[in-house]
């Protein structure tokens, strides 16, 4: 506590003590007043000092520690995105490829084979609930004609309702129709009037993903009903076609990849 030297000193001395004068006794006395108050005064700006230190520490904690959480959950999802599923070279191996069938130069991919072998198939339809299920999927719909062998029993055991999208003049109701680009010509895929609703979210099935031409026209015809297209899912893809170029930011999950087309 500094002494009142100068004169504008003592006069403020004075001013906040009313018995104190510039000198003598009453001087002396009002020190002795002041000093305690402004001791208070001190300890009290560190106590504050020194808890705004803590919060401002504390905060510094949680933020690194939920910083760090986030990364670790990140670096999990990410290891398990890229470990293989340990079903999938089984399925892999009950996918028989045909050379020259349905003509010269094509390898089919035959999944007769896969549908034969109750244990790959069953993989195979559970791999896709696993991912599906719980994920606000209304919608399963398959494309004609093998999509229709996977979705039902998806939509079944995710508890979503299953819409067939069938080639021109297979639906006897009234439908809506989105045309596609083939190597030579055009073709069409239809879908019910009334068999989906706006909002609603889906998921496009099929067996195989060649050129997307097929995949692409589903989406076209589903988003112009306003279906929101949570992703489309084939089990084998053909990357050499790259067909999922064709599909705009729609994600697309696959099981098997094959060189073969």
Not at 172 to 178: C, D, R, Y
Not at 218 to 241: F, K, M, Q
């Amino acid at each position: 506590i500094v002494e009142p030297k100068g004169k504008e000193d003592q006069q403020a001395v004075a001013t906040s003590c009313p018995h104190a004068s510039t000198d003598g006794p009453h001087l002396r006395a009002c020190r002795k007043q002041h000093k305690p108050a402004l001791s208070h005064v001190i300890i009290a700006s560190v106590c504050v000092s020194l808890h705004l230190i803590s919060y401002h520490l504390a905060l510094l904690f949680f933020r690194r520690v939920n910083s760090s959480k986030a990364s670790r959950d990140s670096e999990t999802m990410a290891t398990k995105e890229d470990v293989q599923d340990p079903r999938i070279p089984k399925i892999a191996s009950s996918i028989r490829v045909i050379p020259d069938f349905p003509k010269p130069g094509i390898m089919f991919q035959d999944i007769t084979t896969l549908l034969l072998d109750t244990e790959a198939f069953k993989d195979t339809i559970d791999i896709f609930v696993e991912r599906y299920k719980g994920k606000g999927i209304s919608v399963v719909a398959g494309v004609e004609a093998r999509g229709f062998i996977f979705g039902p029993p998806i939509a079944l055991a995710i508890g979503a309702k299953f819409v067939p999208l069938r080639k021109p003049k297979k639906l006897p109701g009234k439908v809506i129709s989105e045309e596609y680009s083939l190597e030579y010509g055009t073709d069409k895929i239809e879908m019910h009037v009334g068999a989906v609703e706006p909002g609603e979210r889906a998921i496009i099935i099929d067996d195989l993903i060649a050129t997307g031409g097929t995949l692409a026209a589903a989406i076209r015809l589903l988003e112009r009903v306003g279906v929101t297209i949570a992703e489309c899912a084939c089990v084998i893809e053909l990357p050499v076609l790259k067909g999922r170029e064709k599909l705009g930011e729609t994600p697309l999950f696959i099981l098997v990849t094959s060189d073969a087309a």
